[in-house]
């Protein structure tokens, strides 16, 4: 409940800013807003790999860097906005400068400190507002072909463009980013979280091997390219608890981070009221809801 009303926060601050610079259509450009707050924007090279850049402070004067290491121009922009966002966001600049007039930020998704998490929120509503984004998301069937259209139109990475899918689809959608044989992290659609008894995949749960994102992982030429393979499969494979129902599953490389992109979807949307019912009445066995391939951690 906490990380929503983070969530709703960080949007409707970033709703204001995108409002106010007069954004009425896609891409919104962090830069052009960057620059009309009188913040200057640079590139830099940095030693840490980790590092995806960096909000200044000297005197009343700010300044953004995003590393010059990274190549994708959708990453360099949420870098931006992510650094905007602990501008704009209400108490962000006195915690992230209470020792010292430099905060560095990391890149992921995965970050448990509080400002790191709404400066996240912050910069996925300011580069993809709600009302533009569902009315172009509404335009395309579910799936990474969806995905690539509206990271191209919103000049967003993949990864965070299937994260908002996610968050804003009425579809029962699961985004999940792999690296070998075990889960990153996963994002669920609303009806998928809805869903009773259902569990999500945490860091280190590894994939089951059938499915086509461990046989996409384990294949050499894969790793590390930004191919593409399609499978299909049921949900509970993916999820503990989920009912049975079938799902199609689709795969793309991201590229030097060695990590893989995965989207799952289903054609039907999954009646969540007969399915909580037929929880109530049967007995629940907890060894019997698991998927067929069971998922373990490290």
Known sequence: MRTDLQRIAAEKEAERVVKEHGFTAPPVCPIEIAKRNDITVESKLTADPGVAGFLLRVGDAFGIMYSANVESPGFRRFTVAHELGHYFMPGHPEIIFREKDCHVSKFGFESSERHEREADFFATALLMPQALFKSAMNRHSPGIEAIKALSELFETSLTATAIRYAQLTPDPVAVLVSKGRSVEYCFLSETLQDLPR??????????????????????PQSFGSCAETYGTGTLDQWLSGAPHVSVHEDVIGLGAYGKTLTVIFSDAPIDTDDYQDRMEDEEYDEDDRLPSERWGSR
């Open 198 to 219: 259902c569990r999500w995949p945490q860091k280190g749960t590894l994939l089951g091997p059938s499915t086509a994102t461990a046989r996409f992982n384990s294949n």
